[in-house]
Structure formats: C-alpha cells, structure tokens
C-alpha cells in the first residue's frame, strides 16, 4: 500500500503517544458533546462513539493571551450528521463563496473545543489537532471543508484524505477493532492495526445512537486543524430551480408566529431555515423536488408540520413571485431532542 504523508506522519507520532484517554462523559447539551480529560504534556488519542478518532500532541493548548497550559484540559468533541442535528444545534447551512451567498449540503461535520477551569483555550502557532471522521456520505464533486464563524460558513481551503470504509469488509479483517464485546471508551491499542492503516481503537456498540448504527459507515475523512471550532465537509447545493414565494402560515387559520420554518428535502443532507422576519421576502422552495416542510415555535419549541398531502398537491413552479399560505397541523407539544425529531417529522 502507498504511503501518503500525512498517513506517515501519524504513524510515527503514535509510535510515541500513550493513547490512553479517559472515558467520555455526555453532557446535556443540544447535541451532547463527549468530554474528555486530556494531560496537555502527553501525546493522546480519543475516539467517538461513531468510530471517529482525534489526536492531539503535547503542548497543543494555550491560554487565549498565548499562555502555556499545564493541568488537565477538558476537551469536547460532537459530531452532526443529518438535518435534525443540524436544526438542534441551531446551525445555519448559508454560506459564503467568492463574496456569494450559497447553500450547503453536508457530508458530516464535527465540533472540538478546548477548555481549562471554564475559559477556553486555543491552539497554540504550529500546533494542529488530526481528526479522522466517520461519515456516511461518500465523496461528491465540489467537496470542500468549511469553518463556522459569525454565523455562516466560510471555505477554509484545507486539504483532506477520505478512506473507503466497508463495515463488514474491516470487522472480517480487524475483527479486534470492531469486537461487538468490546467495552465503551476501553484504552485504545497503540499505532495501526493491519486493515488500512486504521487508528487501533476498540469500538463497540454501546452507546451509539440507533441511526449511526442503521447507517454504517461508509468513510473516514482525515484533516488537520489549526484552530478550535465547527468544522463541515459540503458540496454547494444547486438552487437553480429556486421559487422565491411571500410565505405565510397558518396553525387553524391563525397566523403563526415566534418560529422558524425548516424545509428539508428528501434525499439531500441539508436543512433550510427560514425565521418568521424571512418569510415575506426571502422565503423559497425548490421545484421539482418533494420536501418535508415544518416549523418549531421557538418558547414553546412546539412542533408543527406542512401534511405530506397537500405538499405533493403543490406545484412549487407555478408559486415563483406569489403570495401563498401554508396550513400547518400541529404535530407535538415539545421538541427535546433529535432523536424525537427524526421520529416525529420522519426526517435523517
């Protein structure tokens, strides 16, 4: 097998690194982040429970005034991979290319923080954390990595390497990695097993959310960083058959308001998000494409959705430059999490 440099590069540094990270614990956040204990003068290795790893190197962190850290640092780590996750997390998937506004359809992405008695830390200059991503979505054209800041996504130019993944194919070679017995958060083998230059890692299923499990995974994408964050492999979704519509709904013809509609279209890993002050001017749909359409009142967070029915009665087409009402039925009392999500809306 044909050695890449970076590939070389791990594998010399976990020569050296004591890949023993403590176990994770979940928070109660949105999308929990893993927390985990990091000895900042060590050279660690972590894995997630969808079968991702990161590796940091010793000396990685500082203070935000450039301070070296000494004492534990907690490290959190989450990863979100379909449209409910992306609506929990309260993430936009607008971005900005070439000084254009476009919109991203998602590959998997993930978010790293960094944090010693409550304040947050950052990489220090010439220190990069490797993260190998497990993804369900294969590569596409236009692939790219973007970084979250200010509330939109900006292409960060970076290179990245994605490794084919077959489930069965790596359990049948490296059966001592993907051992159904294998404990939750047990220590990592050290270096590479024989199966693709894969991390070492006992990975079992404990654990792991119901729709990682259905959906296997298909890649890892490796990438260096350089600085903490939110981190998105997306293909730019092509919108050209976009109908700009003055959207109003309706709940029992009455007005709705204080929430935020969301359209997401089957087939596509993406969420489109539209906040009641849009839905006059820069509400749009697709044509040609079905969706499932539905809003959450943000006090309430209660759900309400546009009936299956009439979206397939609707010629989205013929809408371009009208006004139009959308009907809503109201669908649950609370959203609390996007596993609730996924099963009530019927969305990834």
């Known amino acids: 097998m044909r050695t890449t440099p970076f590939l070389a590069a791990l594998a010399v540094l976990f020569v050296f690194c004591s890949a023993h990270g403590q176990?994770?614990?979940?928070?109660?956040?949105?999308?929990?982040?893993?927390?985990?204990?990091?000895?900042?003068?060590q050279c660690q290795v972590f894995a997630y429970y969808t079968g991702s790893q990161f590796l940091i190197e010793p000396g990685s962190f500082v203070t935000q005034r450039g301070a070296p850290v000494t004492g534990p640092v907690t490290v959190k780590y989450r990863e979100l991979h379909g449209p409910a996750e992306i609506i929990a997390a309260g993430l936009s998937m607008k971005a900005e290319v070439s000084g254009k506004r476009v919109h991203l359809e998602t590959a998997g992405m993930f978010e790293i923080r960094a944090e010693q008695g409550g304040q947050p830390?950052?990489?220090?200059?010439?220190?990069?954390?490797?993260?190998?991503?497990?993804?369900?979505?294969p590569d596409a054209p236009g692939l790219a990595v973007y970084r979250y800041a200010d509330g939109i996504w900006q292409p960060t130019g970076s290179a990245f390497k994605t490794r084919d993944q077959d489930?069965?194919?790596?359990?049948?070679?490296?059966?001592?990695?993907?051992?159904?017995?294998?404990?939750?958060?047990?220590?990592?083998?050290?270096?590479?097993?024989?199966?693709?230059?894969?991390?070492?890692?006992?990975?079992g299923d404990e654990g792991y959310d119901p729709n990682y499990v259905a959906y296997q995974t298909q890649v890892f994408r490796d990438l260096e960083i350089d600085q903490m964050g939110i981190y998105n492999y997306d293909a730019i979704y092509d919108e050209a058959n976009a109908q700009r519509i003055a959207a109003s709904f309706t709940v029992g013809g009455k007005p709705l308001a204080g929430a935020e509609v969301f359209v997401v279209y089957r087939g596509r890993n993406s969420v489109f998000s539209?906040?009641?002050?849009?839905?006059?001017?820069?509400?749009?749909?697709?044509?040609?494409?079905?969706?499932?359409?539905?809003?959450?009142?943000?006090?309430?967070?209660?759900?309400?959705?546009?009936?299956?029915?009439?979206?397939?009665?609707?010629?989205?087409?013929?809408?371009?430059?009208?006004?139009?009402?959308?009907?809503?039925?109201?669908?649950?009392?609370?959203?609390?999490?996007?596993?609730?999500?996924?099963t009530v809306v019927g969305i990834n």
Not at 180 to 200: I, K, L, V
Not at 288 to 297: V, W
């Open 121 to 137: 830390l950052q990489l220090a200059p010439g220190k990069r954390i490797r993260v190998r991503m497990a993804s369900r979505i």
């Open 167 to 203: 489930p069965s194919a790596q359990q049948a070679a490296s059966p001592e990695v993907w051992d159904d017995g294998a404990e939750y958060g047990e220590t990592p083998q050290e270096g590479f097993n024989d199966y693709s230059d894969d991390w070492g890692y006992d990975v």
């Open 23 to 41: 176990s994770p614990t979940t928070t109660t956040l949105d999308v929990p982040f893993e927390v985990f204990t990091l000895d900042p003068s």
């Open 274 to 342: 539209f906040p009641d002050y849009d839905w006059k001017d820069r509400f749009y749909l697709l044509a040609d494409e079905s969706a499932t359409l539905f809003a959450i009142e943000r006090k309430t967070q209660k759900l309400f959705v546009f009936p299956e029915g009439q979206w397939a009665n609707l010629n989205v087409a013929t809408l371009g430059g009208k006004a139009h009402t959308f009907e809503l039925q109201p669908l649950a009392d609370a959203i609390t999490s996007p596993a609730q999500l996924r």
